[in-house]
């Protein structure tokens, strides 16, 4: 069998090869602000609500409370998948996709209604947004378990986590350069 002939991949609408470059990125987010809110987003929303910095401030302020700053290790995120192994082939599984984040500086009560069911048993929005609103990660209408460790001051540092399995779409978003404006 002869082998097939290189061509350019194509790529899921809307993206394009412009996408993969070096300056499309994510860069780190410096002293990013953690703010939650009760409920999903669609992709429309998404592109409608944080289509520029204003936007972005606008929704933040009405639909989502402060939860805190990120710590200086502030957490990790990954997807894998399953692989179910024949004699021959390795087939695609299930994907799990973990997120855990980490909060700093939280008081007593803001851990306890974190560990509460107001928080925990419902579906929650969480995105994290820079200082000048120009980039945020949105993690979108998931179910979060609290661990809370140390105190210092009276202070707590709280680590909140996810899992949730199937492809990822939808849930996380990422935007950067988000443009200045209303």
Avoid: C, H
Avoid at 19 to 41: E, K, P, S, T
């Amino acid at each position: 069998m002869p082998p097939t002939p290189i061509s350019q991949p194509t790529y899921p609408a809307p993206m394009t090869e412009s996408d993969l470059q070096f300056n499309a990125l994510m860069d780190v987010m410096v002293a990013d602000d953690i703010y939650f809110g009760i409920g999903a987003y669609t992709e429309t929303d998404v592109n409608t609500l944080y289509a520029t910095q204003g936007s972005v401030k606008i929704e933040l302020s009405t639909n989502f409370d402060l939860l805190g700053e990120l710590a200086e290790k502030p957490g990790k995120a990954d997807s894998k998948i399953t692989k179910l192994k024949t004699r021959n082939y390795a087939i695609p599984g299930k994907r799990t996709s973990t997120v855990e984040l980490s909060i700093v500086g939280l008081s007593v009560r803001q851990k306890n209604f974190l560990e509460s069911s107001a928080f925990m048993g419902k579906n929650t929005t969480i995105v994290i947004s820079s200082k000048g609103m120009d980039r945020v990660v949105i993690f979108n209408g998931l179910r979060w378990t609290v661990d809370w460790s140390g105190e210092a001051d009276g202070l707590f540092t709280v680590v909140i986590s996810t899992e949730f399995s199937g492809i990822t779409n939808g849930k996380i978003f990422l935007l950067k350069d988000i443009p200045a404006g209303a």
